[in-house]
């Protein structure tokens, strides 16, 4: 009897221990299972966000317009919807202003158990760096940049060839080429209207012999720059040709010169002459990403 009583009880201990062995399985099993399907529901929506993040960057012109918007506004931190489409459905990214030219785009997605955030970093900046004290020589960028230039607000008289031996205060731009002329009997200055091909005299010169002309404004050239006697120049000089000097004839320029190539020109860096009219140039912003994470 007693030999079957703890027969008994042993097998009631190693049922025991069976039961509660397959219990813990069970039970591992099904965190497993859980844990498995959290991962997958991690990845996936980690996908979404790396999705959203691609289709929002790959129209970079369309997400540097938005933020030149938010760049205007002067409240930082404060958060912008940006909408696109994706697989067919309207999402938003929030996009706020860290501070000038630089931005924070975020979004998070929670899917049952889970959860997932997108934090992308953006700059604009500048196309073409203007704002220098040195000449601004731009090489390779000039014919693109010369292409597209436009002013924001200033306004310029258009000539295709203009041959001067006087003053000028003005914004002007010659399609041709501008003559600096050493003649003192020719007391009017000639210029050919890119309207129409009769010379005029022009309102704008005050003919008065003196050592050096001078040219106050803006002044843009899509050709050569011809000194048949000395120049000064206080404001900003745009040229895309070459600058000719006949019997040593000096050119000096006080304000900033963009130009392909560099010359040996009497060069003064001057902001106070200078400063306004390049701010006013249009110049496009380029788009970098300067970092992404997605967790």
């Known amino acids: 009897m007693k030999n079957k009583a703890f027969i008994s009880i042993y097998v009631l201990i190693i049922l025991s221990i069976i039961s509660i062995s397959l219990s813990f399985i069970y039970r591992q099993s099904l965190n497993n299972q859980d844990l498995n399907e959290d991962i997958y529901n991690k990845k996936k929506i980690i996908y979404k966000l790396e999705s959203l993040n691609n289709i929002a960057l790959s129209n970079d012109e369309r997400l540097t317009e938005f933020l030149e918007k938010i760049n205007e506004n002067k409240a930082s931190r404060q958060k912008f919807s940006y909408k696109i489409d994706y697989m067919g459905e309207e999402e938003k990214l929030l996009i706020s202003k860290i501070s000038d030219n630089n931005f924070l785009m975020e979004k998070d997605i929670s899917y049952k158990k889970v959860r997932a955030e997108s934090k992308v970093f953006l700059e604009l900046y500048d196309k073409y760096q203007l704002y220098n004290e040195d000449k601004i020589i731009l090489n390779d960028k000039f014919d693109e940049f010369f292409k597209n230039l436009k002013f924001k607000e200033y306004e310029f008289k258009e000539y ?9 205060d003005s914004k002007i731009k010659v399609t041709n080429e501008l003559i600096i002329k050493n003649d003192r009997k020719n007391s009017i200055v000639e210029a050919k209207s890119s309207e129409n091909n009769d010379n005029k005299s022009l309102d704008d010169f005050n003919d008065k012999s003196k050592t050096a002309c001078k040219i106050s404004g803006i002044l843009i050239i899509d050709g050569n720059l011809i000194l048949e006697k000395d120049l000064e120049i206080n404001g900003l000089l745009i040229i895309s040709g070459d600058i000719k ?23 003064n860096y001057d902001k106070s002459r200078s400063y306004d009219f390049i701010k006013d140039i249009y110049n496009p912003k380029i788009l970098k990403v300067k970092s992404k994470e997605v967790y």
Do not use: H, M
């Open 245 to 267: 000097s006949i019997n040593d004839c000096n050119l000096s320029l006080n304000g900033q010169i963009i130009a392909k190539n560099d010359f040996d020109i009497d060069y």
């Open 160 to 168: 295709e060839k203009l041959v001067l031996d006087g003053d000028l």
